[in-house]
């Protein structure tokens, strides 16, 4: 395929450009009937709100503008000329993770052949635009007028059931329950008290106009944020259970909690606050962690200082990697890392529990991201899988899988904060 170097002015509109260069931009032809989305999904490139700004920018071409049969495309693939060294070193980055998830990504366009060589043999190394350019996050859209908290003051023993009339901790109890996980779960039985005076901000990756990375199962799509919703709102009723109280960021007006095995996606999901989610990614990540902020200083001022943050996403790489679940913390807070720690034993331990034969691998790693950089709590930042990949599908695929996911992150959770 043609390949371009890119230019002064190409390198300043984009964001995220101080890495190793000089690099060019993959291209494809294409083929009648062929979209914006199509050519993503050829090279196995997630439709994430960050890939579609970069396939736009580096074409010129407006959202709106269709594509045209034969004619060449830039496509947000970085191809560098290998040093003959490492990835690590031809690209200028230090994490061994990343370079593994790029070599993995390079033998997958050799076995789609769309590489007629390894990169090690051909000098050409391929490398997503969205691994290196683009956060891991991309927000949601509306907010309800129903806020998920528990009321300050539960009777012990009960079916606790508020509705929030306003943001503030303190709202009236309703026999009707919390609506927002659904009818059938809406009332929560208080277990204990392990987490009382603790607050929780819950954020499930993506949402609204941004569904995430979509995997594909039966002719289903399977969208990344309707599974990472469902996991944070069965998390939500534990640390309930528990005597917690949880603020669940993103929201679904019409999604509670679902057994089902495919989850519909939609783009009404909605976020705290009545804010309607811009488009633009690093507007709608600033609009997420300052909604998170501004609680954090309301709570602050009501004296509840033990406050945290717990976000959910799942991954996506080409469809023959197998990964466990892994963990992301702050790179400068102790409670996050400790927090993270105990989470992660605790997924270990009910591997081990629950007779996998396999060992459990799930990696703990530190990053850059905006939600672990902004976020003004100890924040916990969680990987469920690659939804690409088949075995990795049935953790978020299976109701009872999410189940076991919310119960172990709650279980860690009450094990290092009871300390």
Not at 21 to 35: I, W
Not at 118 to 140: A, G
Not at 239 to 266: K, M, N, Q, T
Request: glycine content about 6%.
């Amino acid at each position: 395929m043609n390949k371009f170097l890119l230019t002064l002015a190409l390198l300043c509109a984009l964001p995220f450009a101080a890495i190793a260069e000089p690099y060019t931009f993959l291209e494809a032809v294409a083929e009648k009937g062929d979209g914006m989305y199509a050519l993503l999904r050829r090279f196995d490139l997630p439709p994430s709100s960050c890939n579609q700004e970069a396939f736009h920018s580096i074409n010129s071409l407006s959202a709106k503008q269709a594509l045209h049969a034969g004619k060449t495309y830039k496509v947000p693939v970085l191809i560098y000329p290998y040093n003959g060294k490492s990835i690590r070193s031809t690209i200028g980055i230090k994490d061994f993770a990343l370079a593994k998830q790029i070599q993995a990504y390079n033998r997958a366009r050799v076995k789609a052949g769309q590489q007629k060589k390894q990169y090690e043999k051909s000098k050409e190394l391929w490398v997503p635009y969205d691994y290196l350019l683009c956060e891991k996050e991309n927000p949601p859209v509306l907010a309800p007028a129903e806020a998920v908290l528990v009321a300050s003051k539960t009777p012990e023993n009960t079916l606790v059931t508020p509705v929030a009339e306003s943001t503030g901790i303190n709202e009236k109890i309703s026999t009707a329950g919390y609506s927002i996980f659904g009818e059938k779960y809406s009332k929560v039985k208080r277990e204990d008290d392990k987490l009382k005076g603790k607050i929780f901000y819950l954020v499930s990756g993506h949402g609204g106009p941004d569904p995430g990375a979509i995997g594909k199962k039966r002719d289903n799509a399977l969208c990344e944020d309707e599974y990472a919703y469902d996991v944070v709102l069965r998390l939500a009723r534990n640390i309930i259970a528990h005597g917690g109280v949880p603020y669940v960021i993103v929201r679904d007006p019409d999604d509670g909690i679902r057994d089902d095995e495919f989850l519909s996606c939609d783009y009404d999901e909605q976020v705290w606050g009545d804010q309607k989610i811009p488009l633009n990614q690093t507007k709608r990540l600033r609009q997420r962690s300052n909604a998170i902020n501004d609680l954090v200083k309301e709570n602050n001022k009501k004296g509840t200082v033990d406050q945290y943050c717990i976000v959910i996403h799942v991954d996506s790489r080409h469809a023959e990697t197998q990964t466990d679940l892994f963990f992301y913390h702050q790179k400068n807070s102790k409670v996050s890392s400790r927090l993270t720690k105990d989470m992660r034993a605790t997924v270990e331990k009910n591997y081990k529990r629950n007779g996998r034969t396999r060992e459990y691998k799930g990696a703990i790693l530190t990053r850059d991201l905006h939600m672990l950089r902004e976020v003004d709590v100890p924040t916990v930042y969680i990987e469920l899988g690659n939804i690409q990949h088949s075995f990795d599908q049935k953790r978020v695929l299976q109701p009872r899988n999410r189940q076991a996911l919310a119960n172990w992150f709650a279980e860690g959770i009450t094990t290092s904060l009871k300390r």
